[in-house]
């Protein structure tokens, strides 16, 4: 007797037609997603994102002909020839005649760049040189063909034409960093010339070098920051803080800003020198040098605590920083609080006795206070470790003056008015009757 059935699968059946139907729903996913992927990948090579499009060929999985080829294309674009040779190959496995003249190509420019590269180093760089313009002529917007003619040019120290020419390489290709980094390399090598012509003084030659460094790599802020400095060291600040400015928009540079900030002050635009001196100190917030200029600033502006409490500061920071001692007598002195500026005096001649300049300012102090002796001791003390100083000189004349001591005062403003700053205060003190008058007491 036969089974009755209703209309329909049996239950084994059924099973196995749905499990036929899930596996085909995941090929058709995997398919679309396989697509898609693709797709995004090609998107993004013919939008220019090359990098995004090596980032993801490079993970994507399931390759086909169509994939193994993009990768080539993008390879080929990013001058990385080994990789695109690889998936040149790859593509070529699963169809040769397909790729095939793609894979002539790519192997006479392997071929051909590899020659030139032999004559080269081989030392026939003139003859290298000659190739590779063959090459560029040959391989049109090839970007390694005109790298390696400006590197050919530039082993014949041709730096204009090095230039030219991996710069054409680098606009062909802004991704890869060797171009620019060779233009980066020439730049600097007219810095190094430059700086040789500055530290001799030769301000008009380094800035001739200075500025072709700037004509290879227009964003070179080096280059910006040394032209600043040549302007900055014959004292056309306007032009110094100009260009000081466009290097610190591409590098930040503590020191530089805290010269951009001296140069505010030599033009009176105090607002502007605290503002980059703050800026010099968000990049490095223990440069006292910047901490220094700051409490001078404060001074000028007659903000004297804080200029007190700027340098204080400096010396916890650092207590072998002189100047700041300096400053702090200068203070003291102009707001006649002696006995406060020999303590700051004592304290940075504890840390420096030989500092002529520290010296110096207690002789003064001293010489205010009419203790001359003193005044005397500490002007030679000072003249000791830095002979002829003008401003020692003129403190000894005015102590030796006090203490009578007629010839050594004389002698001492004598050799003190060879210095411009102090000429007409020795001249007065040596005119006759000035010098009887200040020495009546002695009679």
């Known amino acids: 007797m036969r089974n009755k059935s209703r209309a329909g ?4 059946f059924s099973t196995k037609e749905n499990i ?3 596996i085909l729903n995941i090929l058709i996913v995997l398919s679309f997603l396989h697509s898609n992927s693709i797709q995004d990948i090609e998107d993004l090579f013919y939008d220019g994102k090359l990098l995004d499009a090596k980032s993801l060929i490079e993970k994507f999985e399931n390759h086909d002909e169509k994939s193994y080829y993009l990768g080539y294309e993008i390879y ?3 001058d990385d020839l080994n990789n695109a040779n690889k998936y040149l190959q790859s593509a070529m496995n699963l169809n040769s005649v397909k790729y ?4 002539e190509r790519l192997g006479k420019l392997i071929n051909d760049l590899k020659n030139v590269n032999k004559t080269l180093t081989s030392g026939f760089v003139d003859e290298a040189i000659e190739e590779s313009i063959i090459l560029v002529n040959k ?3 090839n970007s390694i063909c005109y790298h390696r003619l400006g590197y050919a040019y530039k082993q014949n120290e041709d730096y204009d ?6 710069s054409k390489a680098k606009e062909l290709n802004p991704f890869n960093n060797l171009y620019h980094e060779e233009i980066t390399k020439i730049s600097n090598i007219e810095l190094l ?15 001739t070098h200075f500025n072709k460094a700037l004509e290879y790599d227009p964003d070179n802020a080096y280059a910006m920051f040394r032209i600043g400095n040549i302007y900055y060291a014959i004292k056309d600040f306007v032009k110094a803080s100009d260009i000081y400015e466009k290097g610190l928009k591409r590098k930040k540079n503590y020191k530089v800003y805290n010269l951009l900030g001296k140069c505010y002050v030599a033009l009176d635009e105090y607002d502007k020198a605290l503002k980059v001196f703050d800026k010099a100190l968000e990049i490095n917030d223990t440069f006292t040098n910047a901490m220094f200029e700051k409490a001078k600033v404060y001074k000028a502006l007659n903000q004297i605590d804080t200029s007190i409490e700027m340098l204080n500061r400096i010396i916890n920071i650092d207590s072998s920083y002189s100047k700041a001692y300096e400053l702090l007598i200068d203070i003291e002195i102009s707001r006649n609080n002696l006995d406060q500026a020999i303590i700051y005096g004592n304290s940075g001649i504890s840390i420096f006795p030989d500092s002529y300049t ?3 300012r207690l002789a003064s102090v001293y010489n205010q206070k009419e203790m001359f002796v003193k005044g005397r001791d500490y002007a030679k003390n000072s003249l000791k470790y830095k002979k002829n100083y003008a401003p020692s000189l003129f403190e000894l004349g005015i102590s030796e003056m006090n203490l009578c001591n007629k010839l050594a005062a004389k002698d001492a403003f004598t050799k003190c008015k060879r210095d411009r700053n102090y000429r007409r205060s020795a001249n007065d003190y040596l005119k006759p009757e000035n010098f009887d008058y200040y020495t009546k007491h002695c009679n």
């Open 161 to 166: 034409n090095a230039i030219i020419n991996f």
């Open 193 to 207: 010339k430059g700086k040789e012509y500055y530290d001799m003084e030769d301000y008009q030659t380094a800035l």
């Open 358 to 360: 520290l010296l110096h």
């Open 20 to 22: 036929l139907k899930n």
């Open 76 to 78: 080929m674009k990013l």
């Open 139 to 141: 391989y049109e917007n």
């Open 9 to 12: 699968s049996s239950p084994a």
């Open 100 to 103: 095939a003249n793609e894979g």
